[in-house]
């Protein structure tokens, strides 16, 4: 429980061709009034009407140029300006194929996914797939003759990432895609000798979120098993090219990991995709940072183009990291089991008088790893937990300021938050699934737990959900480990440390960050009922006292059960009585059943996913008060 899956996100992209008119157009919606707006996309649209090239191309860079910002990108979305820009994607001329492709990138990139929504419901897949199977079924690119732009090249980046981005916002794009049978075009461009590195690595991308779930695909994907193992040994003599090669090799592990999940032995594989991408999280993005922010100029925009290259490799480095952890934390993932609404059906749960067993708490543990020893192998050889552990690490306070400022430079650090994130994400499932000894042991645990403590509670921001979530699903993660095995490390904590704590999630916004937080706090609490000392029971008390106030205030049904339960298993063994008499535990939850009750009854159609761990906790709050209370009458 707790580990993370992949979720689908919105890509972060550059802009992949050099057609001109983006870089020089600074106008935002702010810009125009709303007279202004509507009369600049009225020209727009007349000019893509015409039957005349030039004012096709102009309109279209128009478009591309408007579509750089959010609003006028959604706006452009809603106007339905896909059903003219659409068709143009199978113009007779390409350059109005490639030009239409960009500006529809725009739309969908920069509008979000509503803007996938309505780009997919203007019927985009029709025309963009048509485009894909009429110039590219085949394609076999001619030699770029000498200060000319690769037109055809260029439609082709353009439009795969575009179908990249409304695969990402949007299932339907899939299913529109396996209808067309666009996978085996895209499997074609993974050929190192007859396509470029930038067509390998936009068709992998594309291919990575394609085949994800998607049984079509992998099986497409299968018949290319091999092509795509000779990919992890690729190698390139060309510096230029080495940024480009490492993102290749590690989607061709990521495409390998979607196609060996669907297999029952797949360690094999594992364990190479497992050796590439500690290959590619070894370089040092911080180093690298460093390096560029020294010819980052503060006195203008412009960067050299010596700079600029440098720059576009930082960032496919950092992209690759991010596929990488993302993967890694596949790797290390359970499938939750499915829930049933039935779960919750408006039977009482008093009903059911069997004696209260905690099945967590009462079923023997086995602390060794959960991954194939194989893997596991790989692991420590390469030193992936330390590896994955510096990618959680900021660079430095000046190198960020110095990227910050300069408008070339500040969208890395959005990749160096993401992948700040991603590594958290990834420790949670690894620290999950590794035994002490492959986390480094004890020491270093408790370690990690104590620093993502100071991120968490001193240097995030309280609104950067994001970060938050990740970071206390590692750190919750890390506690779990060191309670499970007894570890003798928490009697250097001090009151003024959990009351930190505790102010933290009474701040906390997120419910998601909520849970983490109170399972956080029941296991500090598990911790303590361990340690027969005045300061151990006094922390148990405090504990205790917070999490059962917050079940009376917390507005989620979803996390009073994570509450409660964190509380039963605080209080799971009879060593506890006494200390639960004290704090009056059982009238205290007495009081809370029906407050746990009624909160089912009007959330009981939202809880989605969470379905199962309140069904649970509400059957075991029952058979834990029947328990707890004769065994406190007892102390009488």
Known sequence: MGKHKRERRKPHKDNPTGLPSIKDFEK?????????????????????????????????????????NVELALQAAKEGVARIAGPLLVDDNNLVRAASASALRNIANNGGSEACRLLLENDIMTPLAALLQRHYASWQPKPKEKGKTDDEKETFIQAITL???????????????????????????????????????????????????????????????????????????????????????????GLLMNITNTEVDSSIVSCQVALTLAETLSNDHRKLLNTISSSIPVDT????????????????????????????????????????????????????????????????????????????????????????????????????????????????????????CRAFLCLNNLISSLDVDGLGGVDNLYRMWVEIGKVVFKEANPNDIELLESATAAMRAALQKLVEIHADVFSQLKMIDVHVMLNGEQQCSNPNVRVNL???????????????????????????????????????????????????????????????????????????????????????????????????????????????????????
């Open 301 to 420: 925009n412009s960067l050299t183009s010596e700079s600029e290259k440098k720059l576009s490799d930082i960032k496919r480095y950092i992209s690759a990291q991010q596929q990488a952890l993302e993967i890694l934390a596949n790797l290390c993932s359970e499938d939750q089991q499915d829930a049933s609404e039935s779960d919750l059906d408006d039977s009482d749960p008093a009903e059911d008088d069997s004696e209260f067993v905690d099945d967590e708490m009462s079923n023997d543990k086995f602390y060794t790893s959960t991954l194939p020893i194989e893997l596991t192998e790989v692991f420590a050889s390469q030193k992936i937990v330390d590896k994955i552990w510096e990618k959680t690490i900021l660079p430095a306070e000046n190198v960020r300021q110095i990227l910050s400022e300069n408008p070339e430079s500040k969208d890395v650090l959005k990749q160096v938050h993401i992948l700040r």
């Open 518 to 636: 109170v399972r956080i706090l029941g296991n500090l609490a598990l911790a303590f009922t361990s340690t027969d000392t005045a300061n151990g029971r006094e922390l148990v008390k405090l504990l205790s006292e917070f999490l059962l106030n917050a079940c009376t205030t917390e507005s989620e049904v979803w996390v009073i059960a994570e509450t409660l339960d964190a509380l039963m298993d605080v209080y799971t063994e009879d060593e506890t009585n006494e200390l639960a008499a004290q704090v009056e535990l059982v009238d205290k939850l007495r009081l809370i059943a029906p407050i746990l009750n009624a909160k089912i009854r009007q959330q009981k159609k939202k809880l989605g996913d969470n379905f199962l761990v309140v069904s649970t906790v509400r059957t075991n709050l029952i058979r834990f008060i029947k328990y707890k209370g004769a065994q406190l009458a007892k102390l009488k």
């Open 28 to 68: 935002n919606a702010e810009d125009f009034d709303d007279e202004d707006q509507d009369g600049a996309l009225q020209r727009m649209i007349e000019q893509l009407g015409s039957p005349n090239v030039e004012d096709k191309l102009s309109g279209l860079q128009t478009l591309e140029s408007m579509c750089t």
């Open 163 to 253: 179908l990249w981005t409304l695969c990402e916002n949007d299932e339907n794009a899939i299913k529109y895609s396996n209808e067309g049978h666009l996978i085996s075009i895209l499997i074609k461009c993974l050929d190192i000798t007859s396509h470029s590195l930038d067509i390998n690595v936009i068709a992998a991308q594309c291919m990575l979120t394609l085949s994800e779930d998607n049984p079509l695909a992998i099986s497409e994907l299968k018949k290319f098993e091999g092509p795509l193992l000779s990919l992890l040994k690729f190698t390139t003599d060309k510096e230029s090219d080495l940024s480009s090669v490492t993102l290749l090799k590690t989607l061709a592990a």
